[in-house]
């Protein structure tokens, strides 16, 4: 079966053709040539954007020179209501601060340490399944939040702080359903983008809330009962260089992109896996096959080769963040052209990822390609769903324990067919969704396997 792609834009539109099917989608308002094109530059009364394709490009503002790539400005305006100083949206000696306290907490060592809670998040997902027809991305978005809330503070999802969280950033994406990729808008800087009605007060109550678990936290660790969790680690944990340690304010920050990023994400990747296992049964029963001896300790992990292919090959295919966004601060030239500071770079892991001069059957699901030596580099190059460099996304190791796992946990458990007529369309809204769901049959496993 066919790997779903957005259909793309013809050439050549209109500013304003392009501007109503931006916010429709960003993927869609692309054109086709950039699966083939190593950069393509976007100009606009205000500022030029550069889509990077080139893998020598993508190295240099992301691994080679990054601190003379700042996050952009235009995408910080649109996650400030909810993400305040988050490490997600700083630039400069705050980033590095914020990121000497947290990496720490999500090494390989300690990674470990929250297999448990990942492992019982996989087990409740599991007994919550419904069987039929089934939306799988609102049950995947349920079981993300429950991971993320057990390895961070120790409670799930049912508990009634947690439960309120993910109701409430519910809502928050229902005002905001387009990842504000401003940097593709040809507004200028000074214009307001304007928050949708509720995006402002839906941010407040999110973080209402998790000011509240987070206080309650900071007293449990001062009274020396507070559980030895993700957030434990984060907030007694003191910046090398300068002996700070995170207040509550700036913490409720970190806890709001763990979460909006930890989850959304998590969630996003999943569900097209587990489509892309019922388009493909074979690869299904050899998942299922391999979880089948599973057993509870972090080590079963890494056993889980081919579920892991899976997992890499989803991510591929729809990264769930499918275009990062930097600024240039001084002048660059670009494959010969030359870059004023102040444009926007756009790195797109949804276009390398299916780059046609980079991937072997660039639309083709192979979970199998993984084993083979050729992908090395073509994954290199062309593999960027957690970008990479100094800036990596902090919960890569976390997302890759926690996807390979689920994955495995609900095949073994379950198959998941496909529903005839009900082919899920990709589009980037916070992160890339199926347009209306993916929609699956969900059928109890006897003792097959
Ligand atoms: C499949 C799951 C995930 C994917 C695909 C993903 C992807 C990404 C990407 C692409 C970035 C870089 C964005 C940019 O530079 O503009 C990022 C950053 C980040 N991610 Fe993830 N992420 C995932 C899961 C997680 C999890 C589970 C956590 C934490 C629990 C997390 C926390 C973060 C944080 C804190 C940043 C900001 C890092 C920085 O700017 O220094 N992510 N993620």
Redesign the pocket.
């Known amino acids: 079966m066919k790997v779903p792609k957005p259909e793309p834009r013809p050439d050549r539109v209109s500013w304003w053709r392009y501007l109503r099917l931006f916010r429709q989608d960003i993927l869609s308002a692309q054109p086709a040539r950039l699966y083939r094109a190593w950069m393509a530059e976007f100009r606009t009364p205000f500022f030029r954007s550069y889509m990077c394709n080139d893998p020598a490009l993508v190295r240099r503002v992301l691994q080679e020179r990054p601190d003379d790539f700042p ?1 952009s400005g235009r995408v910080r305006e649109g996650l400030e209501p909810l993400l305040g100083q988050s ?2 949206v700083t630039n400069g000696e705050q ?1 590095k601060r914020q ?1 000497r306290i ?1 990496d720490p907490a999500f090494e390989g060592g300690r990674l470990r340490d929250t297999f448990p809670a990942m492992w019982a998040a996989g087990e409740a997902a599991v007994a919550r399944m419904p069987e039929g027809v089934v939306e799988v991305e609102e049950v995947c978005s349920h079981a993300a939040a429950d991971v ?1 809330f057990r390895t961070l503070f120790s409670i799930p999802i049912e508990d009634r702080d947690a439960t309120a969280v993910f109701h409430a950033f519910r809502a928050y994406q229902r005002t905001q359903p387009i990842l504000n990729l401003a940097a593709f808008l040809p507004l200028p800087r000074w214009m307001p983008r304007g928050f949708r009605r509720g995006t402002r007060a839906a941010a407040a109550e999110i973080r209402r809330l998790i000011t509240a678990i987070t206080a309650r936290r900071a007293e449990e660790i001062a009274a020396g009962i507070a559980p030895d969790d993700l957030a434990t680690k984060i907030m007694v944990m003191a910046d090398p260089v300068t002996g700070a340690r995170f207040g509550t304010e700036e913490m409720v920050d970190q806890v709001a ?2 979460f909006l ?2 989850h959304e ?2 969630a996003s ?1 999943l569900g097209w896996a587990l489509w892309l296992l019922a388009a493909h049964p074979d690869v299904q029963e050899r998942v299922a096959a391999e979880a089948a001896g599973m057993m509870a300790e972090f080590s079963a992990l890494s056993r889980l080769r081919l579920t892991r292919d899976v997992f890499r090959e989803a ?1 591929r295919l729809f ?3 499918p275009m ?2 930097r600024e240039t601060t001084c002048p660059e030239e670009f494959r010969g052209r030359q870059v004023a500071p102040g444009a926007q770079v756009v790195l797109s ?1 949804w276009h390398l990822g299916r780059h046609e001069r980079i991937w072997s059957d660039p639309d083709g699901f192979d979970p199998d390609r993984w084993a083979r030596e050729e992908t090395k580099v073509q994954a290199r190059d062309g593999w960027l ?3 990479a460099g100094p ?1 990596v ?4 190791g ?2 890759m324990a ?2 390979v796992l689920l994955l495995a946990m609900l095949c073994r458990a379950f198959r998941f067919e496909v529903v005839e007529g009900r082919v899920p369309v990709p589009v980037a809204h916070l992160t890339v969704r199926a347009k209306d769901g993916v929609w699956l049959r969900v059928v109890r496993r006897g003792g097959e396997i």
Not at 393 to 396: D, K, N, P, V
């Open positions: 996050k490490v997600f980033w990121r947290i993320i992109i763990f990023a930890g994400t998590s990747a991510l990264p769930p963040v990062m966004v892991s769903p957690f970008s800036r996304c902090t919960g890569a976390f997302a926690e996807g």
